[in-house]
């Protein structure tokens, strides 16, 4: 019912800044809640960043500061704005999307490469 796909990822400086998008095939009201995730080789999928309905924010502590989640509900898009990359933070990220009366879905992922 809904389709999440990524884009903004690329190559980037430690220190540098990428934003990441994440576009919806539907309204991005209907989604209770949306958060950006990051996979490492070898690693699990870890959050980053989540955002709800309402506007409620949270971060990783690693990334506080530094990283903004955002969205433009006229686009049906999610952002997140990451500055001062770190090489460790090489990952592809992904954009999931929690919906109002059910479902969770995932994007294919865009990959972050951070070089030092």
């Known amino acids: 019912q809904v389709q999440l796909v990524e884009s903004g990822g690329g190559l980037v400086q430690a220190g540098g800044s990428l934003r990441l998008s994440c576009a919806t095939s539907?309204?991005?009201?209907?989604?209770?809640?949306m958060g950006w995730y990051r996979q490492a080789p070898g690693k699990q999928r870890e959050l980053v960043a989540t955002l709800t309905r309402g506007g409620s924010t949270n971060y990783a502590d690693s990334v506080k500061g530094r990283f903004t989640i955002s969205r433009d509900n006229a686009k049906n898009t999610l952002y997140l704005q990451m500055n001062s990359l770190k090489p460790e933070e090489a990952a592809v990220y992904f954009c999931n999307g929690e919906g109002v009366v059910a479902g969770n879905w995932w994007g294919q992922g865009t990959q972050v490469t951070v070089s030092s």
């Open positions: 539907g309204s991005i009201l209907i989604i209770k809640a």
